[in-house]
């Protein structure tokens, strides 16, 4: 029987499933929710097995940081076409 797990040679979509795992926790729970126990129980994992990916819970939150500033940023940027309002 297959595993329902995704296969670990497809890293960039276990890292992305741990990111989109552990943003969950983080938007429900907060920052200090968020440990490598909790993160491997959601995606399926062992703890050990989330640093073959990441060196730590400091960087997975850092990372998630970084996202969230690049989708900031980008929606900001988005808003550079709008005219500025005309005042009469």
Known sequence: MASLKPHLSNQP?????????ARAIVVRQGFDALS???LADV?????ASLYLHFAGRDTI???L???GHAMLLA???AC???AAPVSG
């Open 13 to 21: 979509l276990l890292r992305s499933h741990i990111l989109d795992a």
């Open 36 to 38: 490598m126990r909790k």
């Open 43 to 47: 995606v399926g994992y062992s703890p």
């Open 61 to 63: 939150a850092h990372t």
């Open 65 to 67: 940081s970084v996202e």
């Open 75 to 77: 929606a900001l940027h």
């Open 80 to 82: 550079d076409s709008i």
